[in-house]
Each structure stands twice: as C-alpha cells, then as structure tokens.
C-alpha cells in the first residue's frame, strides 16, 4: 500500500513526518512525502494570536488531505484545532516527547535575578505565565522555526526564548537549553506528535494503528478536551498537563489574562476508570470562576 504524507517543510516537521514515515515503512508500507506550506510558514511578520492561532499551520494541509492530494498528514498535537474540519478524523497520537516549556538564553541566567529583562515568546499562555511570575519583565513577539528563532535571539539584545523542550530534543539540539521552566504549564497535547486522515478510510486508519500510544492519548486528550470545553483555541492563555501515576490520572490546569494579572487555576485527580471527561470537568469548574471571561478578553486583546 501507497501511503502519501503531508507535511510541512520546517526541520521539525520534517522530523516527525519522517519518524511517521519510518514506522510505517517498518510495517511494509510505502511511503512518499508531500511538502506543502501552510499559512504559519508564509507570514512570518505577524504575532500567531492576530493571525487566529486556529488552523495557521494545519489548514493547507486539511485542503490536501480533502483534495486527495495526501493520504494523511503529520503535526504536532498541539497546533491541531480541537475540532476538525468535517470529513478529517484524527488517526493516531505517538508517543510524547518532554512536554515542558524550556528557556534559551543569550547570556546565561543571571537576568532572572534583575527587575527587567527582555523575553521572546509568540505564544499568549507563555506570555501570561511568565508575567505571573515576572511583572516587570517586557516579552516580545518571535516567530520563525526552530533555528530561526534561535538565530534571532543570539542576534538581539533579548535575554531568553521560550521553547518547547521536545522541539529541541528532536532537533538535536538539546545544547541549547539553558533551563527548563518546570513552574510553567504547557500547552494541551505539547510534545505529541498526531496524524489525521480522511475519516472513513479504514486502510488508511488500519495503518495509523501501529503508530498510536494509548498512555499518550488518554493524557493528551484529556488537555485538549479542557480547552475545547473553554473555547480556548490555540492562542488562548490557557495551559494544561495531565499524567498517569498509580493507577489514577492527575489533571493541572490554568487559564490567565494576558498580562498574567489574573489566574485560574484547577487540580484534579481521578481513579483511570472514574477519570473519562475529566478535562471537560475541568473547564467546567474553570468556566464556574470566570475563566470564559479571561478568555474573551485575551481574543479582544
């Protein structure tokens, strides 16, 4: 069987559509990829959150996929929308890599014992939880690739980048972490990597299965369910993390303001056969404290 991947050109798509492409060769498929550039890679000078964040990397993609361009297509989990386009399912959730947020720095960490410094990031739930925790810091917008971004931070007068921790670590490029911000929550699915397809092509399904790894979708399904719940989007400042531990699933989630003056945050634990729709659950306590009004004010924003 011909199986055509969609992917981005990026370094880091190209990683994970040729770590999909591997584990589907070793199963005797054969695979050919599709290069194709999304709205996200074409405007460069516009912050995500006034592009919409929804959809940015992952619509030109769908229109492939819907066109029969491609068989299926490859993103990381957590630029997917959470609700998919009709006639697109969600195949297979791989195995997470760290999900954490990380900081690149240009000159070590001293600057965090400082009153001001200057951080780059492009996301507003970064941008919010650094603010919680630094007022007087200034975060300015970044955009760009992996690389890019690390090229434009040595030749600026930032301080640090944000960066997910397994962009990174796929890139080979784990040198360049100068801390991992263990305080701060990622975004809902954050180092997984997600396949979708044409919903009702069973051989095409039938592949994904050797791809999929259950642990990893219940938890990162779980994430993402609490800001389909919110209405967040991707932009929105809202993070959230859940693991399994001794037979019981933990949920943290937050949701804040833009400016990070405003925070909400919520802790759950469940046994796994009480834990189903425990990141709708969530929401729904998150919504009950106001979260939908930090929401809507960071779309306005």
């Not at 921790?165 to 991992?180: D, M, P």
Request: charge should be negative.
């Amino acid at each position: 069987m011909h199986i055509k991947i969609g992917t981005r050109k990026s370094k880091l798509a190209l990683w994970q559509a040729n770590h999909v492409a591997e584990k589907l060769q070793a199963k005797g498929y054969n695979i050919e990829l599709v290069h194709i550039l999304s709205e996200g890679d074409k405007v460069l000078d516009t912050p995500l959150p006034l592009m919409g964040g929804k959809g940015v990397f992952t619509k030109a993609l769908d229109d492939a996929l819907l066109n029969g361009e491609i068989d299926i297509a490859v993103h990381s989990f957590k630029d997917i929308p959470t609700e998919l386009p009709e006639g697109i399912a969600l195949g297979a959730i791989l195995e997470r890599e760290n999900p954490a947020d990380v900081i690149v720095c240009r000159n070590g960490i001293d600057f965090l014992n400082t009153e001001t410094a200057i951080i780059a990031t492009s996301s507003n739930r970064r941008k919010s939880q650094w603010l919680q925790r630094y007022p007087n810091h200034q975060i300015v917008d970044i955009r760009g690739n992996v690389d890019t971004r690390i090229q434009k931070l040595k030749d600026s007068n930032w301080d640090a980048a944000i960066f997910a921790a397994a962009g990174l670590i796929r890139l080979e490029l784990e040198y360049e972490i100068t801390q991992s911000l263990d305080w701060m929550l990622h975004a809902p699915g954050q180092g997984a990597v997600a396949v979708v397809y044409p919903e009702g092509d069973e051989a095409i399904f039938t592949a994904l299965q050797y791809l999929h790894h259950l642990e990893t979708a219940a938890c990162t399904l779980a994430e993402r369910d609490f800001l389909n719940e919110l209405s967040g989007g991707c932009s929105a400042p809202v993070g959230a993390e859940v693991h399994i531990e001794g037979g019981e699933m933990h949920f943290h989630g937050i949701v804040l303001d833009t400016e990070g003056k405003e925070k909400i945050e919520i802790e759950l634990s469940k046994s796994l056969e009480e834990a189903k729709g425990i990141g709708r659950e969530a929401a729904q306590l998150a919504l009950a404290q106001g979260a939908d009004e930090l929401i809507t004010a960071s779309k306005n924003d």
